[in-house]
Structures are given as structure tokens and as C-alpha cells.
């Protein structure tokens, strides 16, 4: 198996050993996914904006979550520098950490999804389905926004001193709540998701991690260790 | 065979010199101690060797790489360095799978039962990292850091914080380990605890190299020879000290019954005599060897 793929399965399985922040984040996955199909029920024609937005919120959130976990405490830990040890680069051992908090993050999001759409033709009592655009939204712009927020946070968190680094996972975090409010915002009107929004939030996730996969060429070890203490 | 070279190591961290020059060599199969204070770039040297720093001017080559620019090369390290770099959500087994896998090693479930039993953790494999003691933690440290069976080994303070009874098992590893033929680099405080298994020692202070030998030469170099006397009490003490001062001894010193003196081996039962003729009964005369500690203390006084 190649390294990434390990460090990334070693990520995953944490995260599910950890009960206490899976079971938060799924309670509140049902929580706003009940919310949002209550929302629905009422106007039906939003069913297009919850879907678009819900999951990538909770999606973003679980990703700050397990950002913090994985990048954050394993540096605070000193744990990094024993991995910076082993025979894995630094590039592979990142991109490994970010799939392993972006592979469960999406899994929250499309779990968020799939509750908005079944309790929602639960209440509606009929079979109710996003359009096309939103199951592109859902299948290709959603991992790759949650992989360039995910890429970002972990980014930072290795480049940033540790005074500094929960600062700047925090604003990254506010930063993409607030472009999403925008976003919403810019929907506006009679709640249809377009294809130029949908577009622009794909090619902006995809600019967000060709570009943070650049920065961390900058990434180097003893950035690292340095800004540990 | 030189698997250790370090070569006029220079590090500076904004311009404030933190290593000076540093140079020394580490042979295969020796247990080196890289020793010195708080601050004195014992770490640094480590993670420059290590590759997680970059010097800024000299070499650090490890089995004539640099780990800093050679992934491979690092398969030839294991390392314990001051965090265990466990994990403590997860069991010791998964601990240890997660790093064999890192390091590719093969027929890892067997490899892993064996390295628990060897630092008697096998009983408990299955149980969280989180719950273990300090103790342990260490243990299944060394166990990571010898998973993929690696020539070098790099400890940075392994029995720090350690109770006296881990610190021996710690310890009754290492000596293990060595007695396998594993180079070890032990960068450690305890200096009861490098006396006892290292070769060689290195003394570090404020950036520069003090010593570089082997314990027994230092002790050769750094000893002189001192002679205790044990009177029968201390009035007898006194009188003898006014005998050896008489007698042009210098560096006495007296504490209660018991008189210490620089003097030559060979002259102590003329000298003897001369005090049991004075009426002086002694109880004991023995020659007193510096431990490295006196040894340790005397380098870094001598630079202070």
C-alpha cells in the first residue's frame, strides 16, 4: 500500500476509535439534516439549497474537527517528529493526513444528504430528488471543496507556530463560513442553485488544492520542528 | 566502521550561535552518550543528525548519508526521541503496525508479537496506548523504534521522568539492545545511567564539544590520585590532618572522621606509618575513584 493511503487509514481509524467526536458531529449531521427537511416540508422548492449547502457545512465542520486532531495535536504532541523520522516524505505524509480527515468528512457530508433528502420525502411523502446539478455538486464539488479546506487548515497548522496555528485554523474555518453564506446570499432568488455558481465553487476548490499542494513545496521540516515550542 | 560523522557542525537560530563546531565519530556497534546540560544543543546535534534540522554550516552523515535527503536511509534508523510518538487512541499492537507499515517491514504480526514479548508488553497488546504507565509508554517506544530492525538507534533522554524500577527496565533494554550489535546513540541527564552502559561519552556545553573519550580514559585523564582516611574519631581526624599538612599534603580536606588527600599511591604505607606512630588509629584507607558525575561537574565548572 503506499504511504499516503497508510498514514490515511491510520487517520480514519482513529477518528472512528474516538467515539465522543463521532457521535458529536453525527448528532449534529441529524440534527441541522432534520432542520433542513422541516425547511423543505414547508417550501419544497428549497430542497436544491439544503442539499447544496447542509452537507458542505457539516462537512466543513467535521473537517476542522479532525484537522485539529490530526495535524494540530500530533504537532503540539511532538508525535511529528517521530513521523518525520520514518521513511515517508513530508508531502506524502501531509497528503496522507489530509485524506484521512477529507475521506470522513465527505462521509459526513453525503451522510447529511442522504437524512435531508429521506426525511424529507418522508414528510413530503413522496420521492423527492435533488436536481442534476446538485448531484454533481454532491459527487464532485463537495470532496473537492472539503479537500482544499481540509488541505488549507493542515497546511497551516504544519507551517504555523503553535501560538498562531489554532488563530489560523479558526480563520480559515470563519473564511469558508462566511464564502458560504455569500454563496447562499448570491443563490438568492427563487433558491435555484445555477451551474455558474456550481462551476465556480468546483474550479475555486480545485484552484484552492492545486495551490495549497504547491505551498507545501515551503513545507519543510525544520519549519516544522521549529515552530513546535 | 564509522556509521556516526559528524564534522564542524555549526548551527545558528537568528544569528545566535547554538553549536560551534561540533565534531565527532561513532563506531558500529558502540554505545555512545552524548551528554551535557539544559541548553547546551544536545538536541539540536540530534535532529540535525536526524535530518530535521539543517545545520548551518558542517555535515552530519549517517552510514555516509544524509537522512535529511535520503528516505531509505532512514530505514536504517530507529528513533525514540523525547515524546514516545505513540499514539493513544489506538492499542500497542496498532501502534506498532502503524510503523511497521511505514517502514515496510515484512511478516509484521509475528515481528510485532515477538517485540512485545521482548519488552513484556504482549499481555496488554490490545489495550489503548492512552491507558499505559510512563513506563510502558517507553517500553513500546523502544519496541516501535526497533521494529523495522534498524542499525542505528537514536535515544534522546529514555528513562527521563521515569520511576528508579523503569528506569532499570528502560536501562536492561538498552544493554539488551546493545548486546545484539545495535549502535546506539544515547542522549541522556543520567549519568548513573551512561556510566553504566555506555562505551563512549561526549560532553557538550553551550555548543561546543568539552570531551569526546571512552568513560575509563576520562576517568584516567580527570583523577588524581585521591586517598580517604577513616579515623577513629574526629579528634583523631584533626590531629592527623595537622600531621599531613606538616608534611607538605596538599587538597585535604576533613569531614567528621574522615579525611580526604591528593597523594601518591605508592607512598600510602609510609605514610601509614608515620600516623600510626603518631598514635592515630585508622580504621580504613582506601583510594577514592571520581565518578563521571565529578567528572561531568569538573568539564562544565571548567568551562564556566
Redesign the interface.
Given at each position: 500500500?503506499r504511504?499516503e493511503f497508510?498514514?490515511a487509514k491510520?487517520e480514519i481509524?482513529?477518528i472512528l476509535?474516538?467515539k465522543s467526536s463521532l457521535l458529536f458531529t453525527v448528532g449534529y449531521s441529524v440534527f441541522f439534516s432534520v432542520m433542513a427537511a422541516l425547511g423543505v416540508k414547508k417550501f419544497p422548492e428549497t430542497i436544491d439549497t439544503a442539499v447544496f449547502y447542509i452537507p458542505l457545512v457539516m462537512g466543513i465542520f467535521f473537517a476542522y474537527v479532525s484537522t485539529g486532531r490530526i495535524f494540530f495535536r500530533e504537532k503540539r504532541?511532538?508525535?511529528i517528529?517521530?513521523?518525520?523520522?520514518?521513511?515517508?516524505?513530508l508531502r506524502k505524509l501531509w497528503f496522507g493526513k489530509v485524506l484521512g480527515s477529507a475521506i470522513p468528512s465527505y462521509a459526513i457530508a453525503i451522510f447529511s444528504a442522504i437524512l435531508i433528502v429521506l426525511i424529507s420525502s418522508i414528510l413530503l411523502k413522496s420521492i423527492i430528488f435533488p436536481s442534476p446539478i446538485l448531484v454533481l455538486h454532491l459527487l464532485v464539488t463537495t470532496p473537492l471543496f472539503v479537500l482544499a479546506a481540509v488541505s488549507l487548515i493542515g497546511f497551516l497548522y504544519l507551517l504555523a507556530g503553535m501560538k498562531e496555528v489554532r488563530i489560523a485554523g479558526t480563520v480559515i474555518f470563519m473564511i469558508i463560513f462566511g464564502a458560504l453564506f455569500g454563496g447562499l446570499s448570491l443563490i438568492g432568488e427563487g433558491y435555484r442553485i445555477s451551474s455558474l455558481i456550481e462551476i465556480a465553487l468546483m474550479m475555486t476548490s480545485l484552484l484552492l488544492v492545486v495551490l495549497t499542494g504547491y505551498l507545501t513545496r515551503y513545507l519543510?521540516?525544520?519549519k516544522i520542528?521549529?515552530t513546535i515550542t | 566502521m564509522k556509521v556516526i560523522e559528524v564534522k564542524n557542525l555549526v548551527k545558528e537560530f537568528n544569528g545566535r550561535k547554538v553549536l560551534d563546531g561540533i565534531s565527532f565519530e561513532v563506531e558500529e556497534g558502540e554505545v555512545f552518550g552524548y551528554l551535557g546540560p539544559n541548553g547546551a544543543g544536545k538536541t539540536t546535534t540530534l535532529r540535525i543528525i536526524l535530518g530535521l534540522l539543517n545545520p548551518t554550516s558542517g555535515k552530519a552523515i549517517v552510514m555516509g548519508k544524509n537522512l535529511a535527503e535520503d528516505d531509505e536511509a532512514r530505514k536504517k534508523v530507529g528513533v525514540v526521541l523525547e515524546n514516545d510518538g505513540l499514539y493513544e487512541d489506538l492499542s500497542a499492537f496498532d501502534n506498532l503496525e502503524y510503523y511497521a507499515q511505514l517502514y515496510d517491514v515484512s511478516n509484521r504480526k509475528e515481528k510485532i508479537e515477538d517485540l512485545l514479548r521482548f519488552v513484556g508488553l504482549y499481555e496488554r497488546r490490545r489495550e489503548k496506548v492512552g491507558v499505559f504507565s510512563k513506563g510502558m509508554r517507553r517500553k513500546l517506544a523502544i519496541a516501535r523504534a526497533i521494529i523495522h530492525d534498524p542499525e542505528i538507534l537514536f535515544l534522546d533522554e529514555p528513562s527521563a521522568g521515569l520511576d528508579p524500577e523503569a528506569q532499570r527496565m528502560v536501562r536492561n533494554l538498552i544493554v539488551e539492545l546493545s548486546r545484539k550489535g545495535r549502535t546506539i546513540f544515547l542522549n541522556s541527564h543520567d549519568l548513573d545511567e551512561v556510566q553504566r552502559i555506555c562505551d563512549r561519552i561526549a560532553i557538550l556545553q553551550r555548543g561546543r564539544l568539552m570531551v569526546c573519550d571512552a568513560v575509563e580514559n576520562l576517568r584516567k585523564k580527570f583523577s588524581k590520585p585521591v586517598t580517604a582516611i577513616s579515623t577513629t574519631d574526629e579528634k583523631s581526624a584533626k590531629r592527623a590532618l595537622e600531621i599531613l599538612n606538616s608534611l607538605g599534603i596538599s587538597d585535604c580536606n576533613i569531614n567528621g572522621k574522615i579525611i580526604t588527600f591528593v597523594f601518591r599511591e605508592d607512598k600510602q604505607s609510609h605514610l601509614l606509618r608515620i600516623l600510626t606512630e603518631s598514635g592515630i588509629e585508622i580504621e580504613e584507607i582506601r583510594k577514592v575513584t571520581k565518578t563521571l558525575e565529578d567528572i561531568y561537574l569538573e568539564i562544565i565548572r571548567r568551562r564556566k
Amino acid at each position: 500500500m503506499r504511504k499516503e493511503f497508510i498514514v490515511a487509514k491510520k487517520e480514519i481509524i482513529e477518528i472512528l476509535q474516538n467515539k465522543s467526536s463521532l457521535l458529536f458531529t453525527v448528532g449534529y449531521s441529524v440534527f441541522f439534516s432534520v432542520m433542513a427537511a422541516l425547511g423543505v416540508k414547508k417550501f419544497p422548492e428549497t430542497i436544491d439549497t439544503a442539499v447544496f449547502y447542509i452537507p458542505l457545512v457539516m462537512g466543513i465542520f467535521f473537517a476542522y474537527v479532525s484537522t485539529g486532531r490530526i495535524f494540530f495535536r500530533e504537532k503540539r504532541d511532538k508525535i511529528i517528529e517521530t513521523l518525520l523520522c520514518t521513511p515517508v516524505s513530508l508531502r506524502k505524509l501531509w497528503f496522507g493526513k489530509v485524506l484521512g480527515s477529507a475521506i470522513p468528512s465527505y462521509a459526513i457530508a453525503i451522510f447529511s444528504a442522504i437524512l435531508i433528502v429521506l426525511i424529507s420525502s418522508i414528510l413530503l411523502k413522496s420521492i423527492i430528488f435533488p436536481s442534476p446539478i446538485l448531484v454533481l455538486h454532491l459527487l464532485v464539488t463537495t470532496p473537492l471543496f472539503v479537500l482544499a479546506a481540509v488541505s488549507l487548515i493542515g497546511f497551516l497548522y504544519l507551517l504555523a507556530g503553535m501560538k498562531e496555528v489554532r488563530i489560523a485554523g479558526t480563520v480559515i474555518f470563519m473564511i469558508i463560513f462566511g464564502a458560504l453564506f455569500g454563496g447562499l446570499s448570491l443563490i438568492g432568488e427563487g433558491y435555484r442553485i445555477s451551474s455558474l455558481i456550481e462551476i465556480a465553487l468546483m474550479m475555486t476548490s480545485l484552484l484552492l488544492v492545486v495551490l495549497t499542494g504547491y505551498l507545501t513545496r515551503y513545507l519543510s521540516k525544520e519549519k516544522i520542528v521549529t515552530t513546535i515550542t | 566502521m564509522k556509521v556516526i560523522e559528524v564534522k564542524n557542525l555549526v548551527k545558528e537560530f537568528n544569528g545566535r550561535k547554538v553549536l560551534d563546531g561540533i565534531s565527532f565519530e561513532v563506531e558500529e556497534g558502540e554505545v555512545f552518550g552524548y551528554l551535557g546540560p539544559n541548553g547546551a544543543g544536545k538536541t539540536t546535534t540530534l535532529r540535525i543528525i536526524l535530518g530535521l534540522l539543517n545545520p548551518t554550516s558542517g555535515k552530519a552523515i549517517v552510514m555516509g548519508k544524509n537522512l535529511a535527503e535520503d528516505d531509505e536511509a532512514r530505514k536504517k534508523v530507529g528513533v525514540v526521541l523525547e515524546n514516545d510518538g505513540l499514539y493513544e487512541d489506538l492499542s500497542a499492537f496498532d501502534n506498532l503496525e502503524y510503523y511497521a507499515q511505514l517502514y515496510d517491514v515484512s511478516n509484521r504480526k509475528e515481528k510485532i508479537e515477538d517485540l512485545l514479548r521482548f519488552v513484556g508488553l504482549y499481555e496488554r497488546r490490545r489495550e489503548k496506548v492512552g491507558v499505559f504507565s510512563k513506563g510502558m509508554r517507553r517500553k513500546l517506544a523502544i519496541a516501535r523504534a526497533i521494529i523495522h530492525d534498524p542499525e542505528i538507534l537514536f535515544l534522546d533522554e529514555p528513562s527521563a521522568g521515569l520511576d528508579p524500577e523503569a528506569q532499570r527496565m528502560v536501562r536492561n533494554l538498552i544493554v539488551e539492545l546493545s548486546r545484539k550489535g545495535r549502535t546506539i546513540f544515547l542522549n541522556s541527564h543520567d549519568l548513573d545511567e551512561v556510566q553504566r552502559i555506555c562505551d563512549r561519552i561526549a560532553i557538550l556545553q553551550r555548543g561546543r564539544l568539552m570531551v569526546c573519550d571512552a568513560v575509563e580514559n576520562l576517568r584516567k585523564k580527570f583523577s588524581k590520585p585521591v586517598t580517604a582516611i577513616s579515623t577513629t574519631d574526629e579528634k583523631s581526624a584533626k590531629r592527623a590532618l595537622e600531621i599531613l599538612n606538616s608534611l607538605g599534603i596538599s587538597d585535604c580536606n576533613i569531614n567528621g572522621k574522615i579525611i580526604t588527600f591528593v597523594f601518591r599511591e605508592d607512598k600510602q604505607s609510609h605514610l601509614l606509618r608515620i600516623l600510626t606512630e603518631s598514635g592515630i588509629e585508622i580504621e580504613e584507607i582506601r583510594k577514592v575513584t571520581k565518578t563521571l558525575e565529578d567528572i561531568y561537574l569538573e568539564i562544565i565548572r571548567r568551562r564556566k
